[in-house]
């Protein structure tokens, strides 16, 4: 099956600590997301890739960090500098700059 | 930026009920998309509309572009259209998503 797979699906992050959520695609898309939504919020961009090897920052990059190593690969690191990182993180696909966005099922992240 | 509305914020819907969700938006967009947010968290995908009309089964959607809203209609509802319904627009032949803060709509029996 073609889909977009993020793991782990709930994620608890200790004070100080790095965690980095994983984003897989086998959808053969040049361009990937990653997004963040706190409850009762729409979706804020965090970086986006159009293509391997770069990377752009979104509206809300401070304190994570990003990797374009493959294709179908776009792991988010969260970083002890993001002093509120609970939230709900999603990330997305698509073939081209402005195509439509496909979805995974997306990370909760808890902080203890 | 871009400003993204959507109303109504909430809508509740007696099943087998129509309704008309608005997305105003303050800039041209090279990009417009309407989503749906299930209780569980998955986005999926329902229209890429940046003009013009679609329909999909019970769901059409229609974009004024150069007015600067979208529409998404939705006919005879069914308690599993419940959920969030996002509009997300992106500018300048750009891919960043902007989105609204939704319609929470409940479909009851």
């Known amino acids: 099956d073609g889909g977009i797979t993020q793991s782990p699906k709930y994620l608890f992050r200790k004070e100080g600590q790095n965690v980095t959520l994983s984003c897989e695609q086998n959808?053969?898309?040049?361009?990937m997301y990653w997004y963040r939504q706190d409850p009762g919020q729409g979706l804020r961009l965090i970086y986006y890739?159009?293509?391997?090897?770069?990377?752009q920052k979104g509206d809300i990059a401070e304190g994570y960090s990003v990797s374009r190593e493959k294709k179908e690969s776009f792991p988010l690191t969260v970083t002890s500098a993001q002093k509120n990182p609970t939230a709900f993180y999603l990330c997305?696909?698509?073939?081209?700059?402005?195509?439509?966005?496909?979805f995974g099922p997306g990370t909760r992240l808890l902080v203890l | 930026g871009i400003q993204v509305e959507q109303s109504p914020p909430d809508l509740i819907l007696q099943e087998g009920a129509n309704s008309t969700l608005r997305c105003n938006f303050s800039?041209?967009?090279?990009?417009l998309q309407w989503f749906h947010q299930n209780p569980w968290g998955q986005l999926i995908n329902l229209f890429y509309?940046?003009?013009g009309t679609k329909q999909n089964g019970r769901l059409s959607a229609t974009t004024v572009a150069t007015e600067r809203y979208s529409l998404l209609y939705i006919s005879s509802s069914q308690t599993t259209d419940s959920g969030v319904y996002f509009c997300?627009?992106?500018?300048?032949?750009?891919?960043?998503?902007?989105f609204g803060t939704g319609t929470q709509l409940k479909v009851e029996l």
């Open positions: 997305a696909s698509s073939m081209d700059r402005e195509e439509t966005q496909y």
């Open positions: 959808l053969n898309h040049d361009a």
């Open positions: 890739s159009q293509i391997v090897n770069d990377f």
């Open positions: 800039d041209s967009v090279n990009n």
């Open positions: 509309i940046p003009s």
């Open positions: 997300a627009v992106a500018t300048g032949g750009g891919n960043k998503l902007t």
